[in-house]
């Protein structure tokens, strides 16, 4: 397994060339261009690695299917998606435009950053430090990382740029999707997409959703199944943005970006998958991480459709 993975890393590197890193969030322009990582932990607990693995990124979008589930156990499906929709929006991930033209005013889906600071916003916790803390244990639990922690200047770099998100969680606030202090509410969403990773740490929770939220060692139910199909449904709809039906096609599993060039999927029975490659193609996914996704999906027979 690790000769194909290499293999199919160093058939696919060239791609990291067609695409640019991140710079709407400035600290991001410092991300290897050229990266390119991969790591599978399959079902029995293999672990696999090939390329430049151990390329530390920021979590960024991969954090909305974990802190989806974080409010999906705290409220139930029903007011969760009384504050947010089930449904793509064919849309890139930051856009605004049909948060407004939509009757009643939702976010479309979670995986969206409107949608994602929506579910930000019913994160329960006395303050926000008691929130990140729940949002933290959550992600150390199931990338079995204890170590798993915040990128400072990833965070205040965003905390400082994110003026997009800002607008979006204001006009939020003012059709009552959201309640409560905007400030805290965004921060907490900065800080939960600055948390730093690398691809065994999505990998393994790539794996924990393949295996319906059981942790495989001692075999408990952390996160209820239910929860986790929800989740990895959102993942194949949504979890690519406006490029989810053409990852449908050409890999054909959950998976989710994020513009800190990861990508996490979750091969439902079989294994979770992480890959890092900060060049990212116009719709804010690894361009060569795509590839090599593609590429290990057809030599492993992965699409579960
Ligand atoms: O809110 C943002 O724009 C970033 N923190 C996360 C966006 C992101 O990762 C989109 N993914 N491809």
Redesign the pocket.
């Known amino acids: 397994m690790e000769l194909l993975l290499s293999e199919l890393v160093s058939r696919n590197r060239h791609w990291t060339n067609f695409g640019n890193v991140?710079t709407?969030?400035p600290e991001l322009k410092n991300a290897n261009k050229d990266a390119l990582g991969i790591v599978v932990v399959d079902i029995e607990g293999n672990i696999y690695k090939a390329g430049d693995y151990e390329t530390k990124f920021t979590i960024?979008?991969?954090s909305k299917p974990i802190t989806l589930m974080l409010a999906l156990m705290d409220y139930g499906p029903d007011h969760v998606f009384e504050k947010v929709g089930m449904e793509p929006t064919g849309d890139p991930?930051?856009s605004m435009r049909k948060l407004e033209t939509i009757n009643p005013s939702r976010p479309l889906n979670p995986m969206i950053?409107a949608g994602?600071i929506a579910v930000a916003s019913i994160i329960r916790g006395k303050d926000n430090e008691e929130k990140m803390d729940r949002i933290l244990q959550l992600f150390r639990k199931i990338s079995k990382n204890p170590n798993l922690n915040i990128n400072e200047n990833v965070y205040l770099s965003?905390k400082k740029t994110?003026d997009?998100?800002r607008a979006m969680a204001y006009f939020l606030r003012d059709v009552g999707i959201i309640e409560g202090d905007v400030e805290a509410i965004l921060d907490l969403?900065?800080k939960q997409?600055?948390i730093e990773v690398t691809c065994e740490d999505i990998a393994h929770i790539g794996m924990f959703l393949a295996n319906h939220g059981v942790i495989k060692e001692t075999g408990e139910q952390y996160v209820p199944k239910n929860i986790t199909q929800i989740v990895k449904t959102f993942m194949v709809t949504c979890g690519m943005?406006d490029a989810s039906g053409e990852f449908a096609i050409q890999v054909g599993v959950p998976a989710k970006?994020?513009?800190?060039g990861g990508i996490m999927c979750a091969v439902p029975n079989r294994m979770g998958i992480g890959v890092v490659g900060p060049a990212?193609d116009k719709?804010?996914?690894s361009i060569a991480g795509v590839k090599v996704l593609e590429s290990l999906s057809k030599e492993l027979a992965l699409s579960i459709f």
């Open positions: 991140a709407y969030i960024q979008s991969i991930f930051n950053n994602a965003e994110g997009r998100n969403y900065f997409c600055s943005y970006s994020g513009v800190g990212l719709k804010g996914n």
